[in-house]
């Protein structure tokens, strides 16, 4: 059963890089044709879309976080990263990892990590 | 950029029928997929390709897409459907989400 992980740390510092992995078990990356996502979600707000990366590397970004997000690939280990560089408080959210299926639809999430933005 | 608006909040009695729209320019023409996200939780995917629902998700559930305006309905709506359902598609390949709606069963 496939399985989705979040792991980094739970506090970043104004300014500074957010950085945060997702395992994979139970189903390999490069196995077939999806993307793999990162969502947050603001306290008391609603979903917002990162980007998505393919087993290849290729990936698709929100525009409104283009220029300071990267989400990369690590096909040894199973497990794909994100970087929020330059973060401020409205960042502050929980993270998900999730699968997108070929149809287009988000068919498995992880639990989320809640990040804190804070001096 | 392309946005999704939902119904901030839907009230519905045990038993009967919520329905939950989300509108977007020629939606229609996208597939949506519908998430179920119960308090602390992570969302669940109920319905994706407008109508079609996953392996576990309950009959009472359903969809449709036409126009404008894309519906999830919920049958004999239960106390365990108290959540959030957010629509979502992909607009050129980036993900949008909807405003999101609250559904409270009175």
């Known amino acids: 059963q496939l399985q989705l992980q979040e792991s980094g740390p739970g506090l970043v510092k104004p300014s500074e890089t957010l950085s945060l992995t997702c395992n994979v078990s139970g189903y390999s990356i490069i196995r077939s044709s999806y993307y793999w996502a990162w969502v947050r979600q603001p306290p008391g707000e609603g979903l917002e879309w990162i980007g998505n990366i393919f087993y290849s590397g290729s990936t698709y970004y929100n525009p409104s976080l283009n220029s300071r997000v990267t989400i990369s690939v690590e096909t040894s280990t199973n497990q794909f990263s994100l970087n929020l560089t330059s973060v401020t408080a409205a960042d502050t959210a929980v993270y998900y990892c999730?699968?997108?299926?070929?149809?287009?639809?988000?068919?498995?999430w992880g639990q989320g990590t809640l990040v804190t933005v804070s001096s | 950029s392309y946005g999704l608006t939902q119904p901030p909040s839907v009230s519905v009695s045990p038993g009967q029928t919520a329905s939950i729209t989300c509108s977007g320019d020629?939606?229609?023409?996208?597939?949506v997929s519908w998430y179920e996200q119960k308090a602390g939780r992570s969302p669940v995917l109920v319905i994706h390709?407008?109508?079609r629902r996953p392996s576990g998700i309950p009959d009472r559930f359903s969809g449709s897409n036409s126009g404008n305006t894309a519906t999830l309905s919920i049958r004999g709506t239960q106390s365990a459907d108290e959540a959030d359902y957010y629509c979502?598609?992909?607009?050129?390949?980036?993900?949008?989400f909807g405003t999101g709606t609250k559904v409270t069963v009175l």
């Open positions: 390709q407008d109508n």
């Open positions: 979502q598609v992909w607009d050129s390949n980036t993900g949008v």
């Open positions: 999730a699968r997108r299926h070929t149809s287009g639809a988000l068919d498995f």
């Open positions: 020629k939606l229609g023409n996208k597939y």
